[in-house]
């Protein structure tokens, strides 16, 4: 699989459901970050969590990394139909910059 | 809050014409790149550039790709004779000091179609 695997591709759930997404890597890393994009829009982010760390929250979202894994998980809690997006993992690359290798996305629609 | 912009939004052109697609970065930032997203795809890595010139580059960025900082607040990527394969949603970003563990603020794209 390629640097950055999400699943699922898609998850459709109700407003108020949990909703969990997951994101798989292949190198190590110095951090996982978590970006979201609305339909052709530009990519916002949302949370970053180090290597070191193994849980981060941030408002209704919750993610977890697991580096013996090289997995990560995103959770949105009470989720709205205002959350119906793209949601990307993206690790940084080797080298000085802050280069990122994006995944494939979940896309996520949440029915009123 | 500090937004990238992005001009235009949209773009079309002919098979081997020059396009110029521009972006305004966050003032005080000082690493920007250029990433881009093929429908339905990944988002991609382009370039990185720093203190004027370019820091680091994927395979992506081949002779046909070029970028600039010609004056103190744009930032061009101008593709010299664009292929139908260039297609693609351009993303322009910047971050503070380029250093790992720090996040990436992006415009909203410029979605090149070419014909």
């Known amino acids: 699989s390629q640097q950055g695997e999400e699943d699922p591709q898609a998850l459709s759930i109700q407003e108020g459901e949990n909703a969990t997404m997951n994101c798989s890597y292949k190198?190590?890393?110095?951090?996982l970050q978590w970006y979201r994009q609305n339909s052709g829009r530009g990519l916002v982010h949302l949370i970053l969590i180090r290597s070191n760390e193994r849980e981060k929250h941030s408002g209704r979202l919750r993610v977890t990394l697991d580096t013996s894994k090289k997995s990560s998980s995103l959770l949105i809690t009470a989720s709205r139909a205002a959350d119906t997006a793209s949601y990307f993992c993206a690790t940084d690359g080797s080298g000085a910059t802050n280069k990122l290798i994006f995944g494939t996305g979940t896309l996520l629609a949440v029915q009123p | 809050e500090p937004e990238v912009t992005q001009t235009p939004s949209h773009q079309v052109t002919q098979m081997g014409q020059e396009v110029i697609l521009r972006c305004v970065p966050i003032?005080?930032?000082?690493?920007f790149y250029w990433y881009r997203q093929i429908l339905g795809q990944k988002v991609e890595f382009l370039v990185s550039?720093?203190?004027?010139?370019?820091?680091?580059k994927s395979e992506i960025f081949d002779d046909q790709f070029s970028v600039e900082r010609p004056d103190g607040s744009n930032f061009t990527l101008k593709i010299r004779s664009t292929k139908l394969e260039d297609s693609a949603m351009y993303f322009c970003a910047s971050s503070e000091t380029g250093t790992v563990n720090e996040k990436l603020f992006f415009g909203s794209g410029t979605q090149l179609s070419v014909l």
């Open positions: 003032s005080n930032h000082l690493y």
């Open positions: 550039f720093y203190n004027n010139e370019i820091s680091e």
């Open positions: 190198t190590s890393i110095n951090n």
